[in-house]
């Protein structure tokens, strides 16, 4: 796969305070930006004269789904280290080994989380549906680059033997619990109640 297309989507997670200030991306625009992601991420980069757009139409994409993303209050999507392992948001995807290809995942979970839970009309920060949509994409750059990932590919064996999904509510629950831990339990009446040491 082309490496501008993994810088443009690695840039992508650097260039956040461009985004936040243009305008609101809307429920039709985040749904058609997933559809150009799942046609264009995974698609044939055989030289032909097309990757070029391809790679264009999967940065602008992935663009319209990460800001809807932070933005909307019709999604909640986890971003924290047992959501997404192959991706250290603290230190920067660039600090990491084949960082642009993380970063392509991480565009495949957001489509995936997103848009699950806009056809469910439900938020839900379980990964699961992210993954199934991010190990698509990886199983394409496995094959066609050999590409090898230990994080991703921890996430891989569980799917092939079955125990992903639940291996995804393990995850959303410890998720909650260092939530939980760091601001305290909700208070239905106000301000959540700090946990005690």
Same mark, same amino acid.
């Given at each position: 796969?082309?490496?501008?297309?993994?810088?443009?989507?690695?840039?992508?997670?650097? %260039?956040?305070?461009?985004?936040?200030? %243009?305008?609101?991306?809307?429920?039709?625009?985040?749904?058609?930006?997933?559809?150009?992601?799942?046609?264009?991420?995974?698609?044939?980069?055989?030289?032909?004269?097309?990757?070029?757009?391809?790679?264009?139409?999967?940065?602008?994409?992935?663009?319209?789904?990460?800001?809807?993303?932070?933005?909307?209050?019709?999604?909640?999507?986890?971003?924290?280290?047992?959501?997404?392992?192959?991706?250290?948001?603290?230190?920067?995807? %660039?600090?990491?080994?084949?960082?642009?290809?993380?970063?392509?995942?991480?565009?495949?979970?957001?489509?995936? %989380?997103?848009?699950?839970?806009?056809?469910?009309?439900?938020?839900?920060?379980?990964?699961?549906?992210?993954?199934?949509?991010?190990?698509?994409?990886?199983?394409?750059?496995?094959?066609?680059?050999?590409?090898?990932?230990?994080?991703?590919?921890?996430?891989?064996?569980?799917?092939?033997?079955?125990?992903?999904?639940?291996?995804?509510?393990?995850?959303?629950?410890?998720?909650?619990?260092?939530?939980?831990?760091?601001?305290?339990?909700?208070?239905?009446?106000?301000?959540?109640?700090?946990?005690?040491?």
């Amino acid at each position: 796969m082309p490496r501008i297309l993994f810088g443009a989507l690695a840039a992508l997670l650097v %260039s956040l305070c461009p985004l936040r200030a %243009s305008s609101p991306v809307t429920r039709e625009d985040v749904l058609d930006a997933i559809h150009a992601f799942e046609a264009n991420a995974a698609g044939d980069y055989s030289g032909s004269r097309h990757e070029a757009d391809n790679n264009r139409e999967v940065a602008r994409a992935s663009n319209t789904i990460l800001k809807y993303s932070l933005e909307s209050d019709d999604v909640v999507v986890d971003l924290g280290q047992d959501a997404v392992p192959w991706c250290d948001l603290k230190k920067g995807l %660039s600090e990491l080994r084949n960082s642009s290809e993380r970063g392509l995942l991480l565009g495949a979970y957001l489509a995936g %989380s997103v848009k699950t839970q806009l056809e469910t009309g439900k938020q839900d920060p379980n990964p699961y549906p992210g993954w199934v949509a991010m190990l698509k994409i990886y199983r394409a750059l496995k094959m066609r680059e050999e590409l090898t990932i230990p994080e991703v590919d921890t996430l891989l064996a569980h799917q092939n033997d079955g125990s992903l999904e639940a291996f995804a509510r393990e995850s959303a629950e410890r998720a909650k619990e260092r939530l939980r831990k760091r601001y305290g339990e909700p208070n239905p009446s106000g301000p959540a109640v700090p946990a005690k040491p």
